[in-house]
């Protein structure tokens, strides 16, 4: 089933008809220039949201895929206590789709 991931309506609508038991999201619209944060918002941070307000509200899993970028591009070592430090509109998309799927509440995991 064909959907557009930048119209927040027909996404819902298909995870409606597909009832997914687990949603794994690697959707991405990779722009690293500077100034391209709104032309990423709907795919890289609203549907992100959409999808984590679904599987809460119906009680799925959803796996995110991220980037390590969110911790700068000259980070070697990540770890949990590592801040959050994007220096690219990309990286900065990446971490409002993290924390937009903190929020909703849903069953997830951030790789």
């Not at 220096?87 to 903190?102: F, G, M, Q, T, V």
Request: some cysteine; charged content about 15%.
């Amino acid at each position: 089933m064909a959907c557009d991931l930048s119209q927040a309506n027909d996404l819902w609508n298909v995870l409606d008809a597909v009832r997914p038991q687990t949603i794994i999201n690697c959707a991405a619209t990779v722009e690293f220039g500077a100034g391209t944060l709104s032309a990423q918002f709907s795919v890289n941070i609203l549907a992100a949201g959409i999808l984590a307000c679904w599987a809460e509200k119906n009680g799925v899993y959803l796996i995110q895929v991220s980037m390590s970028g969110i911790h700068g591009s000259g980070t070697e070592r990540i770890t949990a206590k590592r801040p959050n430090i994007p220096d690219s509109d990309y990286a900065r998309a990446k971490l409002l789709a993290e924390n937009c799927i903190e929020a909703s509440g849903c069953r997830s995991v951030i790789i």
